[in-house]
Structures are given as C-alpha cells and as structure tokens.
C-alpha cells in the first residue's frame, strides 16, 4: 500500500517513513535509513528522528543513533520514549551515568514508563547493584503485571546471583505470559547444560526463531547462539557450528568487523608511549593505592575463575567487569600521553576510579577489576596506579577463541564474529602482552595459565594470594561456595568446583577453525 502511494506521491513523508519502518523490521537497514532520513528531510517529526536513531543503532553508529535521539528530545523535551531510546543506547555502549540520567529524566515525564524501570533495572545489573536491580523491575511489574520480559530479565539476575531455583521460577512465570519468548528460551538454554531430553526447547527455539520479524534483532541473533549451545552440549558439532556462525554472520552484518589496520596502528601506538623508562617512572598525582587489581587477558580465558577466587578471600572483593577505562575522553587520555601525564590529570582519574572502587566495597583491601580488555590500558593503569597488581589471564588459544567465536558479546566486540579478525586480534593481543611482560615490573605483574590452575587449584590459588599480598584463606579453595553477583557468561562456571572438560575442546571443531589452527603455540606458559 505504501508503495502505491509512493507512486503516485514519491515525496510523500509518512509513507517514506512507515516503509522504511518495514525495512528496518525486514533488516533491510541502508534502505530504511534512506527512507526515513528523506522522510525527515520532506517534514521532519519526533518519531521520523527517534526511528532514525534506531536505524543508526542497529547498523552500529552510536554517534548518529544518539545525535538523532538528541534532535528528537530538541524537537519535544517532554517524550520520555525519546529518553528511553537516548538511554538505551547509551547504555548499550556502556555510558552507564548518562544512560541513567535518561531513564530518570523519562520517569519524571512519565511515572508509569515501565520500559525506563526496566532498562534502568538492566543498567543497575550491568553495575553489579542487582538488589537494585530486582527493586526496579519489581516496580515496572506493577504497572505493567503481564509483562513477560519482565520475569526473564528477573530470571537473568536471579541467574547472575547463582540463585538458579529462584531463577527458573521467575522463567516459568514468564513463559505462562509469553510461551513463546525468545527472550525466555535464550535463558533455559543458560540455565543448565542441555541434553537429549531438551529436545522439545530444540523443537521450539527451531520454530520459533525463523518467525521473528526482525531478522537483526538481539532476540533472533540471542536464539541462534542458543541453538547452537544446545547441539555443542549434545555433542552434535557440525550443527553446532553452523548454528553459531549463522549467528555471528548476522551480528557482523549488523556491526561490521574489525579494521586490522588501524588496530594494528593501536598496537604501535601503545607500544610506542608506554616504554619501560615511562612506565616504570614514578610520578607526582599518582595514587599510592593497593586496594586495585586488574585481571586481563582475551575474553573466555579464565578471568571469572581467577576473580573467583579472589573474591572469596574475606579481604578481597571481586567487582566484575568495571567500564572506567574504556569509558575516558579519548582526548583527555591523548592531551595527557602529550603533556607527559600531568599531575592534575593522575589525580583526577585516580580520584574517580577509587570512587568507583569504594562504591563497590568501602573496606576490602583488594578490589578486583576484571575487565578483561583491560590488556589495552595497561600502560595507563600503571601510571595511575603505579602499585595496582596485574594478573594475566592465559589458556590455549585455540579454546580461547572457539570460546570467544561461540559467545554471544554485547556492542564492542567487532572482532569475535569472524574466524580471520579473531586470529589477527589474537596476534595483537600476544604482541601487546609481549611488551607489557617486558616493561612491567615483576611483583606487579604475574601471568595464571588457565590449564595449569585447574590441574593444580591449591598451589596456583596460593600463588595468586601471596602476589595479591594477603595472608592465605582456605576460602579461596571453595570459591564455588562464594555467593557474589557473576555477570558473565561464565556465571554458572565459577559456581562450579574446577572441571577440565573445556580442554582442548576445539579438537571437536577443528575442520572448522581455517585461520585459527595458526595460533598454536602462541600462548606464553
């Protein structure tokens, strides 16, 4: 119909705009950005620039998607759904303060906004605060009872706290509204390791997911990981494969993926500033804390069993992976590399960071960040905090980045939906670390191999107290016992005594692995 009117109407705005909806529900994004931006262009709306801003999202152009969210709170500052939309981008790619100033903006407009309660319930999970979390959806829930998403974001943080019982009955709950969210059947397939027996959730998940109207959506890219972590739990690899390279070539369609050379320009980069002489200087500004530690490594290697660990000595506190380092001004961080760190500039982002750490434990004489692409910050982090321990995080690569390959990541993570941009990252990660090893200073800096703590928990487990500079807790043997918030994917993992069936686990895929057979060899044991 809207096609018809365009023929006879070709500049006619709503039916520019409600087709370019279609295209962007069909995931046809260049085409739907094309529509609706000649929409604005005809007869500018709120709804044209919020439409818009969803568009840039999803095509992975958070600086257009939030210019055209902005223009459309210029143009009526009293839409909350502009707000929620502002919010929920910026939250995606983990500007979690401004994010929260959004949902918070949209609740004074409209009290009843249940979306703002929700996508502000996913913020606090995403900080770690799930108590606040809990309390915020609860609130939605009252407004809006039905709703199934609800329960399923419920049962997320109910899974994050290893609280498994109570996390599948609030998936239960949320399947009575909705028996076919696809939301809900990502979960049960987190929830517990399938088997033959989850052959109905098969059957569904299977009928389900070819139905989902939004083909680029994170529900549908969410459920064909999910598929293939049923058939990789089932041992059926061949289709596990094919299922989670589906699902990453439709999130690299989404996102694009990794520009080698300007990371590889990265790499130099850091390289090139973070010399020994620099690095190893002791400056004016920087903090005197040892309260920080830093778990690093490539993702999937490790780093949630270390913090584990960690975290269940009663003087050390894990909290997760924390956004700071990342989150810097790229031109306050390069301003100050020229200025040879100003001390003005170290106090203040050691001012901050130890905020940051204090809200998550005011007392614990270690707090663990365990950020994992904290590898790239390095340099920085020990100008900062020239006596903050590192801990590399290292497994065999080749399980390293089947891992990685079988992970469904949030927004960042451009080069983990392709086998070639995996392998290249990986290179540059090992080149990196090389260099870190070089200029670190040896009792600040110690490196865990994944294979050799799980052969020998106790002994590495001892030596990462003494690096840490702590008395030995037995503590630190039963870490599975430790009740604290994993918002990971290895969430159910480290609830795990330690098990050795990852090893070598990319032997069931190796026809399949092309470019990232290279690698071995490449981890420093």
């Known amino acids: 119909m809207y096609r018809m009117i365009l023929q006879i109407q070709p500049e006619q705005p709503d039916a520019l705009h409600l087709l370019g909806l279609i295209a962007q529900q069909m995931g046809h994004h260049e085409a739907a950005l094309g529509m609706i931006a000649r929409a604005i262009q005809i007869q ?8 818009l801003g969803l568009v840039f999202d999803s095509l992975g152009k ?27 981008t910026l939250k995606d ?4 303060g401004e994010a929260e100033e959004c949902f918070d903006k949209a609740l004074k407009l409209k009290p009843d906004c249940t979306e703002a309660y929700f996508n ?6 995403a900080r770690g605060r799930c108590d606040q979390a809990i309390e915020l959806i609860r609130k939605g829930l009252v407004i809006e009872p039905s709703c199934a998403k609800a329960h399923a974001l419920l049962g997320s943080i109910q899974m994050d706290l290893g609280q498994y019982e109570i996390a599948r009955g609030e998936i239960e709950e949320a399947l009575k509204r ?8 990502t979960l049960q397939a987190h929830l517990q390791k399938m088997t033959s027996e989850d052959k109905g959730w098969l059957e569904k998940a299977l009928r389900v997911q070819p139905s989902i109207r939004a083909r680029f959506s994170e529900d549908a890219i969410a459920l064909r990981f999910a598929i293939g972590k049923y058939y990789d739990d089932t041992k059926q690899y061949d289709a596990a494969f094919q299922s989670y390279a589906q699902a990453n070539a439709i999130r690299r369609q989404k996102e694009g993926g990794l520009d080698h050379e300007r990371y590889r320009k990265s790499i130099d980069s850091l390289i090139s500033v973070f010399r020994k002489e620099v690095v190893q200087k002791r400056r004016d500004g920087a903090s005197d804390s040892e309260r920080p530690v830093f778990i690093v490594g490539m993702p999937r290697s490790g780093t949630s069993l270390i913090e584990q660990i960690v975290a269940s000595h009663p003087d050390a506190f894990g909290a997760g992976e924390l956004p700071f380092w990342a989150g810097l001004p790229e031109d306050k961080v390069q301003t100050a590399i020229a200025s040879d760190f100003e001390p003005r500039f170290l106090r203040e982002v050691a001012a901050a960071y130890e905020s940051e750490l204090q809200g998550h434990s005011a007392s614990a004489l270690r707090v663990v960040d365990k950020m ?12 900062v905090f020239p006596r903050a321990r590192i801990i590399h995080s290292q497994r065999n690569p080749l399980d390293t980045c089947l891992s990685i390959y079988f992970q469904n990541f949030n ?12 392998a290249f990252y990986y290179k540059e990660y090992v080149r990196l670390m090389d260099h870190w090893r070089a200029v670190l200073p040896p009792d600040r800096f110690i490196e865990i191999p994944y294979e050799a703590l799980t052969d020998d928990q106790e002994g590495w487990s ?14 630190c043997l039963e870490f599975y016992k430790t009740e604290r918030k994993v918002g990971t994917a290895s969430n159910w993992q480290v609830r795990q005594k330690v098990y050795k069936s990852s090893k070598a686990r990319w032997r069931n895929y190796e026809k399949h692995l092309g470019p990232l057979l290279a690698l071995q060899g490449l981890e420093r044991l």
Do not use: C
């Not at 790619?93 to 979690?96: P, S």
């Not at 909705?178 to 059947?185: A, G, S, T």
């Not at 994992?372 to 100008?383: A, E, H, M, R, S």
């Open 44 to 51: 500018p709306t709120v709804t044209m620039y919020s439409n």
């Open 62 to 88: 958070p600086d257009m998607a939030i210019a055209s969210f902005q223009q459309a709170i210029s143009m009526n500052p009293d839409d909350p759904d502009a707000y929620v939309n502002l919010g929920a």
């Open 93 to 96: 790619y983990r500007r979690l």
């Open 120 to 125: 502000l319930g996913m913020l606090m999970q």
């Open 178 to 185: 909705d028996p076919e969210l696809p939301m809900v059947m």
């Open 372 to 383: 994992p692409g904290n590898f790239g910050w390095v340099g920085l982090i020990t100008t």
């Open 411 to 422: 927004k960042g993570h451009l080069y983990a939906t392709d086998l070639d941009d995996l």
């Open 462 to 475: 001892r030596k990462i107290v003494a690096f840490l500079g702590l008395e030995w807790s037995e503590r």
